[in-house]
């Protein structure tokens, strides 16, 4: 390699890394404007998907009860008629509601948020 290349690719490596070197500076001035708390992106935040799921009620079963089941069969549920619905978001309980008709769908009205102090003693 000739000095002349040598040079060329020095001045590269250097717009690469000043390039690089900016680009850190400003991550590091938002993080700094912010504070002390964690810098979170709220249009990543924003796109993490979670799941959604309501639960009508619970029934344990034996593997040799569920084997035992027929088209037509009647599963008794723990929960009693009229008893709100539970909502669970990534499997902890968020909020409890009433059932409703939108259009030809069923929906959800909440009725009651679980309280986050609640929810961080369901997880544990």
């Given amino acids: 390699m000739t000095n002349e290349?040598?040079?060329?690719?020095?001045?590269?490596?250097q717009t690469i890394?000043?390039?690089?070197?900016?680009?850190?500076?400003?991550?590091n001035r938002d993080v700094a404007d912010q504070g002390d708390s964690q810098a979170?992106?709220?249009a990543l935040l924003n796109s993490i998907p979670v799941s959604i799921s309501v639960e009508l009620g619970r029934k344990k079963l034996?593997?040799?009860?569920?084997?035992e089941l027929q088209k037509g069969a009647v599963v008794p549920l723990d929960s009693?008629?009229?008893e709100p619905l539970q909502v669970f978001v990534?499997?902890?309980?968020?909020?409890?509601?009433d059932i409703v008709?939108?259009?030809?769908?069923?929906g959800i009205k909440l009725t009651h948020i679980v309280p986050k102090t609640?929810?961080?003693?369901?997880t544990d």
């Fill in 40 to 42: 979170i992106d709220k």
């Fill in 90 to 97: 990534n499997d902890t309980l968020l909020a409890k509601g």
């Fill in 5 to 13: 290349e040598k040079g060329v690719q020095e001045n590269n490596e």
């Fill in 62 to 67: 034996k593997i040799s009860e569920l084997m």
């Fill in 17 to 27: 890394l000043g390039e690089g070197s900016e680009i850190a500076a400003d991550n």
């Fill in 101 to 106: 008709l939108i259009d030809e769908k069923y």
């Fill in 80 to 82: 009693l008629a009229g």
């Fill in 118 to 122: 609640e929810r961080l003693k369901s």
